[in-house]
């Protein structure tokens, strides 16, 4: 039975770097939401495990098992054909390939399938939340999930087409044992009251991602001149940026004013939650 799944953008409001364990995994603190956009995938069942990919950021996207859907897909013992449309960049700190492999998983699951417990683990730390696909704080190597009740966040993500290895930013790391968040996240009555408090977190990995690529800098300090703007962080590792606005006509009016000013970047107006 051919089965369809909107694999969403993941975005990290905040990421703050705690540790590094003996095996090289860094420990993170970090609040991730999902955004109503991202890739689409449609799994049919067969005799043999194939993938196709097609959409704006297709190109140069394996269809082997160099593919994380495809390791998911054969690492849970499932044969079929996959249809992949890839509507979000590569290498931009927004989880494409790993929420890919999570809605594959996600849709075996949900049709009463099993999947061996250390699986999306095994494929990344992002794989576990991006299953979740819901806002939660992720700790340790992302193997602590935990829900959170946020209000729905009115956003503008912005990529400047620069795709950033997860691994030279973490290597740029100044220090990897900076403080957590606070134990408690609070429950938020408005957007407002959500950015306000996230102003008073960070990205650690921030600092040396814009060593990498300095284009991050100047998205940021664009969306931080947009009107009506609430707060703006870099997501994950890079190189998307995420600006908070207090409706969606202002996070569309910001994304008319950044797109006509730099028309060969990404940007899309979406809700987080």
């Not at 039975?1 to 975005?11: D, G, H, N, R, S």
């Not at 790993?98 to 996600?106: E, F, G, K, V, Y």
Request: hydrophobic share 45%.
């Amino acid at each position: 039975m051919t089965a369809e799944a909107l694999a969403p953008a993941k975005v990290n409001l905040s990421l703050h770097v705690t540790g590094r364990r003996d095996d090289g995994y860094h420990l993170l603190d970090s609040i991730v939401v999902f955004a109503d956009f991202g890739d689409r995938l449609r799994l049919t069942p067969g005799e043999a495990l194939s993938l196709a990919v097609d959409g704006p950021f297709s190109g140069g996207v394996p269809t082997d098992d160099r593919n994380l859907v495809w390791r998911a897909l054969e690492g849970a013992g499932w044969t079929g054909q996959v249809d992949l449309h890839k509507a979000l960049p590569h290498g931009a700190g927004i989880g494409g390939g790993s929420s890919d492999a999570a809605m594959a998983l996600r849709i075996l699951t949900d049709q009463g399938g099993g999947i061996p417990d250390g699986l999306p683990l095994s494929l990344g730390a992002d794989v576990p939340v991006c299953m979740y696909a819901r806002a939660a704080r992720m700790q340790g190597i992302g193997e602590r999930i935990a829900p959170l009740n946020l209000p729905t966040l009115p956003a503008l993500l912005v990529n400047p087409g620069v795709a950033v290895p997860t691994g030279a930013v973490f290597s740029g790391l100044e220090s990897r044992d900076n403080a957590p968040m606070p134990d408690h996240v609070p429950e938020f009555a408005a957007v407002e009251d959500c950015a306000d408090w996230l102003l008073d977190q960070r990205n650690d990995l921030e600092p040396p991602a814009m060593t990498v690529a300095p284009e991050i800098e100047r998205v940021l300090s664009d969306l931080r001149n947009t009107r009506n703007i609430l707060m703006a962080r870099m997501s994950g590792s890079g190189s998307t940026c995420v600006a908070l606005y207090p409706t969606m006509k202002a996070a569309h009016f910001a994304a008319y004013v950044i797109g006509a000013e730099h028309p060969d970047w990404w940007c899309v107006a979406t809700q987080l939650s």
